[in-house]
């Protein structure tokens, strides 16, 4: 049974302007000590489909429904009293920006040691000193003067270190790490990502990777999940979907990365490469694929009929009527 078993998940807005439809049937599974990149534009519901896991979208105007089954209980039904027992414990996320995230009236130590405490079942001498051990754990120094320091005296780094630390103080089941290395320099995204793989060996944690950064997931993934305008478009193990992309978006995707030392070739330059025409509002009822007005293979049975998620090679799925030839993909160089 997989650890986490999301089926048929639909999260909509309703607004003044109409219905906003973020996650539009969503289903994928995460195996214990997997960790699953879950890849896609600005906009395609990512975000949103974590929030909605970890029931963090309460608003009156908000409906989640299908099924996201976690060690075999499904969340969305749960009590509030009993969601609120798996945060932060079997579940943690640590958020794309953690200035907001962190309070900022509140010391770091008051912020983990709250976890601790109401998790753990810690007194606030035996929170201190695992506080102090989880910032050296996470690569923070001095954790003995840190822990004492609001998040404005913090570096954007260490404040992400900090996050993580909180997330990971109850050593949970699955860990949902959404953009966290957006906000950091290079150097320090590439100590973060370290970071994390090695907390994630450390604790046998699974771990869900929300970013919209292909080079992260080459480092780091074990499998992928594109998605685009609330839907998964295709599902594969990050060396086969790097290697033969079978859906159009991609494609598209991997084209667009910018390739190193492009510039310096000889003969005349090619533009970046970027996906023609613009993501649909996920206001309008989608009819057939979405991502049909800007695909060059689109015929019109993709504007009339949605396309199933079909395995097209072992442990590779794609949801296209026309997909990708295997082992042809023209990806630019």
Same mark, same amino acid.
């Given at each position: 049974?997989?650890?986490?078993?999301?089926?048929?998940?639909?999260?909509?807005?309703?607004?003044?302007?109409?219905?906003?439809?973020?996650?539009?049937?969503?289903?994928?599974?995460?195996?214990?000590?997997?960790?699953?990149?879950?890849?896609? *534009?600005?906009?395609?519901?990512?975000?949103?489909?974590?929030?909605?896991?970890?029931?963090?979208?309460?608003?009156?105007?908000?409906?989640?429904?299908?099924?996201?089954?976690?060690?075999?209980?499904?969340?969305? *039904?749960?009590?509030?009293?009993?969601?609120?027992?798996?945060?932060?414990?079997?579940?943690?996320?640590?958020?794309?920006?953690?200035?907001?995230?962190?309070?900022?009236?509140?010391?770091?130590?008051?912020?983990?040691?709250?976890?601790?405490?109401?998790?753990?079942?810690?007194?606030?001498?035996?929170?201190?000193?695992?506080?102090?051990?989880?910032?050296?754990?996470?690569?923070?120094?001095?954790?003995?003067?840190?822990?004492?320091?609001?998040?404005?005296?913090?570096?954007?780094?260490?404040?992400?270190?900090?996050?993580?630390?909180? &997330?990971?103080?109850?050593?949970?089941?699955?860990?949902?790490?959404? *953009?966290?290395?957006?906000?950091?320099?290079?150097?320090?995204?590439?100590?973060?990502?370290?970071?994390?793989?090695?907390?994630?060996?450390?604790?046998?944690?699974?771990?869900?990777?929300?970013?919209?950064?292909?080079?992260?997931?080459?480092?780091?993934?074990?499998?992928?999940?594109?998605?685009?305008?609330?839907?998964?478009?295709?599902?594969?193990?990050?060396?086969?979907?790097?290697?033969?992309?079978?859906?159009?978006?991609?494609?598209?995707?991997?084209?667009?990365?910018?390739?190193?030392?492009?510039?310096?070739?000889?003969?005349?330059?090619?533009?970046?490469?970027?996906?023609?025409?613009?993501?649909?509002?996920?206001?309008?009822?989608?009819?057939?694929? &979405?991502? &049909?007005?800007?695909?060059?293979?689109?015929?019109?049975?993709?504007? *009339?009929?949605?396309?199933?998620?079909?395995?097209?090679?072992?442990?590779?799925?794609?949801?296209?009527?026309?997909?990708?030839?295997?082992?042809?993909?023209?990806?630019?160089?």
């Amino acid at each position: 049974m997989p650890l986490l078993d999301v089926d048929d998940l639909h999260t909509a807005f309703r607004t003044r302007f109409g219905t906003v439809r973020a996650v539009n049937g969503l289903s994928f599974s995460i195996e214990q000590d997997e960790t699953v990149a879950i890849v896609g *534009e600005s906009g395609s519901g990512k975000s949103v489909m974590a929030l909605s896991i970890m029931r963090l979208l309460r608003a009156a105007n908000i409906e989640a429904r299908g099924q996201v089954r976690f060690q075999g209980r499904n969340l969305l *039904e749960l009590p509030e009293r009993e969601m609120r027992r798996l945060r932060g414990k079997d579940i943690s996320m640590v958020f794309q920006e953690p200035m907001t995230s962190l309070n900022p009236v509140l010391t770091v130590k008051r912020q983990i040691n709250e976890t601790l405490m109401l998790h753990e079942g810690l007194s606030w001498n035996e929170a201190t000193d695992r506080s102090i051990e989880l910032l050296r754990i996470v690569g923070i120094p001095a954790p003995e003067r840190r822990v004492r320091d609001y998040p404005h005296q913090l570096s954007g780094g260490m404040r992400q270190r900090v996050m993580i630390a909180i &997330a990971l103080a109850c050593s949970p089941n699955l860990l949902i790490a959404d *953009e966290p290395t957006t906000a950091l320099d290079v150097t320090i995204q590439a100590q973060v990502l370290e970071l994390m793989w090695q907390l994630k060996k450390k604790f046998r944690s699974a771990v869900m990777l929300i970013t919209h950064d292909l080079g992260v997931v080459a480092e780091v993934a074990d499998r992928v999940i594109v998605m685009y305008a609330g839907r998964a478009v295709e599902m594969a193990d990050v060396k086969n979907l790097f290697k033969n992309p079978r859906h159009h978006y991609t494609g598209g995707l991997l084209n667009a990365i910018p390739k190193l030392g492009s510039s310096l070739t000889e003969g005349p330059r090619q533009p970046l490469y970027e996906i023609p025409g613009n993501v649909p509002s996920l206001r309008q009822n989608i009819v057939g694929c &979405a991502f &049909a007005p800007r695909c060059a293979a689109a015929t019109q049975v993709c504007r *009339e009929i949605g396309p199933t998620m079909d395995e097209l090679a072992p442990r590779h799925f794609a949801a296209c009527h026309h997909p990708l030839d295997a082992g042809l993909i023209k990806v630019r160089q």
